[in-house]
Antibody
Framework: QVQLVESGGGVVQPGRSLRLSCAAS????????MHWVRQAPGKGLEWVAV????????FYTDSVKGRLTISRDNSKNTLYLQMNTLRAEDTSVYYC?????????????????WGRGTLVTVSS | NFMLTQPHSVSESPGKTVTISCTRS????????VQWYHQRPGSAPTTVLY?????PSGVPDRFSGSIDSSSNSASLTISGLKTEDEGDYYC??????????FGGGTKLTVL
């Protein structure tokens, strides 16, 4: 079964750390770029980070640079998000999503497979 | 980077047709493909259209998409509305492979 399953969410105090995982199954994980997308309570979707299939390229939205780190272990078919120095505004459901590159005049992404998400709550 | 602006909400009756717009703030809407995702409360998003107007397997042909360079916008049209179409719809595009951009979402009510 083709699926992504996130884990690792929970309640954490501001300034602390948390690591999210996303277990992939049913497809060749090492062939795809992977993304994290988050959604604050009652808000819209926000792209967070991408990691290339080989793990050599990583990019982040500005608000998380230097605090959140995306990584992957292709031998374990698992994507990670290390979250340090957490802030209240990081409170969200975090989704992992499989990325397919789409190219017209410029290149971009299409998210063709999503996990169910894991909730991170940053609160004292 | 650019922004994608959607109407906050739309509503229509069952069996009717509704169109949701997605306007790009800078750069050409035609420079990269637009995708549309549907999200029901408490659930993950699912794709209803990719590459402007392509439907993934299982999405009915009641869903269609287009782009309009004159208004620099994309549109999602749903015909023959059903109550199961309710939820939030998000457009998404990119201008590099270094990022992704989502619209703010549109809440569709079928009443």
């Amino acid at each position: 079964q083709v699926q992504l399953v996130e884990s690792g969410g929970g309640v954490v105090q501001p300034g602390r750390s948390l690591r999210l995982s996303c277990a992939a199954s049913g497809f060749t994980f090492s062939s795809y770029a992977m993304h994290w997308v988050r959604q604050a309570p009652g808000k819209g979707l926000e792209w967070v980070a991408v990691i290339w299939s080989d793990g050599n390229n990583k990019f982040y939205t500005d608000s998380v640079k230097g605090r959140l780190t995306i990584s992957r272990d292709n031998s374990k078919n698992t994507l990670y998000l290390q979250m340090n120095t957490l802030r209240a505004e990081d409170t969200s459901v975090y989704y992992c999503a499989r990325g397919v590159e789409v190219v017209r005049a410029t290149a971009g992404w299409y998210f063709d497979l999503w996990g169910r998400g894991t909730l991170v709550t940053v609160s004292s | 980077n650019f922004m994608l602006t959607q109407p906050h909400s739309v509503s229509e009756s069952p069996g009717k047709t509704v169109t949701i717009s997605c306007t790009r703030s800078s750069g050409s809407i035609a420079s990269n493909y637009v995708q549309w995702y549907h999200q029901r409360p408490g659930s993950a998003p699912t794709t209803v259209l990719y590459e402007d107007n392509q439907r993934p397997s299982g999405v009915p042909d009641r869903f269609s998409g287009s782009i309009d360079s004159s208004s620099n916008s994309a549109s999602l049209t749903i015909s023959g509305l059903k109550t199961e179409d309710e939820g939030d719809y998000y457009c998404q595009s990119s201008d590099t492979t270094n990022s992704g951009v989502f619209g703010g979402g549109t809440k569709l009510t079928v009443l």
